[in-house]
């Protein structure tokens, strides 16, 4: 099973959005509606921030947000703050593994 | 609240084998599958494997095959990761994850990960 495919990198000023992609195939995220994103600071253990596409845990800012067309799911995150910097990562329900990850995206706020 | 509790960092030499536990509490150990994700160094996520602690069903990644296990002992609500003719390649951080599969499928709650570190 092939890694999802992600930017290395993403940056955006503070208060602005940006938007994270997470590419596939019709046999994980196209073909399910079970992608999930992911948090990571350094050091620290994933956080779940967005669940089956576009739900958000309990918790987690509604600056964040989800979405899916097609094999390309994506993560915007509105209003940019410095605590947002982190490195992301997406994740799909497969056919076959069940779960794979993308390789992950460095958001820097500059 | 729910947590999963992971053992501590561990060295060791090449061929060699690693078990790491994973203790859950807050919340009915057997009612959620438990999967496990590695970490090298630098490096993205790493998708290994999954365990039933009801039935103690597992399905590994085609990677690892043959050289994981993963068990669990119910009594203590502890599930285990191990991993055996270890190399460097296998330095990493392993976490443990609860998988939710009822209105959807999304690991929710992580163990703040093991350090295993492979090295002659």
């Known amino acids: 099973q092939s890694a999802l495919t992600q930017p290395a990198s993403v940056s955006g000023s503070p208060g602005q959005s940006i938007t994270i992609s997470c590419t596939g195939t019709s046999s994980d995220v196209g073909g399910y509606n079970y992608v999930s994103w992911y948090q990571q600071h350094p050091g620290k253990a994933p956080k779940l921030m967005i669940y089956d596409v576009s739900n958000r845990p309990s918790g987690v800012s509604n600056r964040f947000s989800g979405s899916k067309s097609g094999n390309t799911a994506s993560l915007t995150i509105s209003g940019l703050q410095a605590e947002d910097e982190a490195d992301y990562y997406c994740?799909?329900?497969?056919?076959?593994?069940?779960?794979?990850f993308g390789g992950g995206t460095k958001l820097t706020v500059l | 609240q729910v947590q999963l509790v992971q053992s501590g960092a561990e060295v060791k030499k090449p061929g060699a084998s690693v078990k790491v536990s994973c203790k859950a509490s807050g919340y009915t150990f057997t009612s959620y599958d438990i999967n496990w994700v590695r970490q090298a160094t630098g490096q993205g996520l790493e998708w290994m494997g999954w365990?039933?602690?009801?039935?103690?069903?597992?399905g590994y990644a085609q990677k690892f095959q043959g050289r994981v296990t993963m068990t669990r002992n119910t009594s203590i609500s502890t599930a285990y990761m191990e991993l055996s003719s270890l190399r460097s390649e296998d330095t990493a951080v392993y976490y443990c994850a609860r998988e939710v599969a009822a209105t959807g499928y999304y690991m929710d709650v992580w163990g703040k990960g093991t350090t295993v570190t492979v090295s002659s």
């Open positions: 365990m039933n602690p009801n039935s103690g069903n597992t």
């Open positions: 994740s799909s329900y497969t056919s076959s593994s069940p779960w794979v």
